[in-house]
């Protein structure tokens, strides 16, 4: 028979107990990780940000630059295989602005990022004072150098584009032009004799009449013919007026 005391067993009980705490304490942190899902990459999603603007702004005059803003680092974003970038509505790859980021699945989620675009080009201001009903010549305009952005709608970078149109109100040297300041000239006048063409499957006909009304290119206008009829069609270039069937 085999006495044991006291003090032995629990040495003993102490000693497993200890093994086991080991055990537990190496292999549950282990299980753990394992099931953990992956973060997502946040520098990946500014990147995609970046290049998703760049595209956005191929064409664009002048030289353009996009800046993504940074993404909260305490975001916990499950990995994304296929994160989708979109502009949300009322946003454009312009000056500042929101771009989204989203992930369909299989855990989804959609986060906004603030990013800048910047274009810096040369736009169109008035050399000298310009009064209304004037047309512009090239030795009224001059270029300047900016960010697009920081301008308001609708400016000229093209001197071609703003030569030969009327000036719609009086403004002072050195305004930036815009294209509701200027319109362009009437392609026919009021009173003017003009030529009908209306050409359809296999036929044309051409007529002259009276154009009834100022129009530019584009525009619709009526015409009276010689027959005494209004007809409408659409004003062109040269004193031309289309009518189609």
Do not use: H
């Not at 800048?116 to 008035?126: E, F, I």
């Not at 047309?135 to 308001?152: A, K, M, R, Y």
């Amino acid at each position: 028979m085999v006495y044991l005391n006291a003090g032995r067993i629990t040495l003993m009980l102490f000693s497993v107990l200890s093994t086991a705490i080991s055990f537990a304490a190496t292999v549950e942190p282990m299980v753990s990780v394992a099931t953990q899902p992956t973060k997502q990459n946040l520098t990946v999603l500014r990147a995609k940000v970046t290049d998703f603007l760049e595209t956005q702004t191929i064409g664009y005059p002048g030289k353009v630059s996009v800046r993504a803003g940074a993404i909260d680092p305490n975001l916990r974003l499950t990995s994304c295989a296929n994160p989708q970038v979109f502009l949300p509505a009322g946003s454009r790859a312009w000056g500042k602005t929101s771009v989204g980021v989203r992930c369909d699945g299989p855990s989804a989620w959609t986060i906004y990022v603030q990013a800048s675009v910047n274009v810096a080009a040369k736009y169109l201001v008035a050399a000298t004072p310009l009064s209304q009903g004037s047309i512009v010549t090239s030795q009224d305009v001059l270029f300047e150098n900016g960010d697009l952005t920081q301008l308001p709608a609708g400016v000229f970078t093209d001197v071609d584009q703003a030569i030969g149109r009327i000036v719609n109100i009086s403004m002072t040297a050195g305004t930036v032009l815009r294209q509701d300041m200027l319109k362009m000239p009437p392609a026919v006048q009021r009173g003017q004799t003009v030529m009908v063409t209306s050409v359809g499957q296999g036929f044309t006909v051409a007529a002259e009449g009276q154009a009834m009304a100022n129009a530019s290119e584009g525009q619709v206008v009526q015409v009276r013919v010689s027959s005494g009829q209004l007809i409408s069609g659409i004003a062109r270039a040269g004193g031309q007026v289309d009518v189609g069937f």
